[in-house]
Nanobody, 111 residues
Framework: VQLVESGGGLVEPGGSLTLSCVGS????????MYWYRQAPGQNREYIAS????????EVDDSVKGRFTISRDNAKNTLYLQMNNVKPEDTAMYYC?????WGQGTQVTVAS
């Protein structure tokens, strides 16, 4: 199992960013997938989840209305669309499936 995130970077407050996570080594379309984030000195926290066929998705209250989770099973890819970002969104973002984690992609929100 391999999960590889990308799309992070420096973005100004109020800006947008789309994170991607490509899964390999398993039947991507059969699994629910998750996004987490970890800010410096903080615990890793849950952001969003989506079931295998995208029929149900959930976003944590901390980012509701700003972040959207989606997936493209044909491309084995999970997405996190981040809109109206805030400085407190600065963190390493990880995708997750069960006990498996990617290496993370850094998002920094600053002017």
């Amino acid at each position: 199992v391999q999960l590889v995130e990308s799309g992070g970077g420096l973005v100004e407050p109020g800006g947008s960013l789309t994170l991607s996570c490509v899964g390999s080594g398993f039947a991507f379309s059969a699994y629910a997938m998750y996004w987490y984030r970890q800010a410096p000195g903080q615990n890793r926290e849950y952001i969003a989840s989506i079931v295998s066929d995208s029929s149900y998705l959930e976003v944590d209250d901390s980012v509701k209305g700003r972040f959207t989770i989606s997936r493209d099973n044909a491309k084995n890819t999970l997405y996190l669309q981040m809109n109206n970002v805030k400085p407190e969104d600065t963190a390493m973002y990880y995708c997750n499936r069960d006990a498996y984690w990617g290496q993370g992609t850094q998002v920094t929100v600053a002017s």
